[in-house]
């Protein structure tokens, strides 16, 4: 069982910069590809980028690429959002997920956190 926790969501002004973190419980993290993903009010949940578990492979969506890059660091059994500028279509609640392969493209993820907000105003 793997629990997540993301922290670092907030109200920021188009422009601005903000790192989400992903903190994951259990000894296996490091051999789980991540994933973040978002969803707005109304609209589906939405693939933002997912990382190996290694970290040497990454992959992004076409809306995020170029201005939010993922991360991990497998000691601290945390993998990170770091957003550059944002616009006010970034704001949705954030959430990673933890897939038991060690590299994953896809929605059918194995474990989810309960997500964090980011509003992002014009």
């Known amino acids: 069982q793997v629990q997540l926790v993301e922290s670092g969501g907030g109200l920021v002004q188009a422009g601005d910069s903000l790192r989400l973190s992903c903190a994951a419980s259990?000894?296996?993290?490091?051999?789980?590809?991540m994933g973040w993903f978002r969803q707005a009010p109304g609209k589906e949940r939405e693939f933002v980028g997912t990382?190996?578990?290694?970290?040497?492979?990454?992959h992004y969506a076409d809306s995020v690429k170029g201005r939010f890059t993922i991360s991990r660091d497998n000691a601290k059994n945390t993998v990170y959002l770091q957003m550059n500028s944002l616009k006010p279509e970034d704001t949705a609640v954030y959430y990673c997920?933890?897939?038991?392969?060690?590299?994953?493209?896809?929605?059918?993820?194995?474990?989810w956190g309960q997500g964090t907000q980011v509003t992002v105003s014009s």
């Open positions: 997920a933890a897939h038991r392969s060690s590299d994953y493209i896809g929605f059918r993820y194995d474990y």
């Open positions: 259990g000894r296996t993290f490091s051999s789980y590809a």
């Open positions: 990382i190996s578990a290694s970290g040497g492979s990454t």
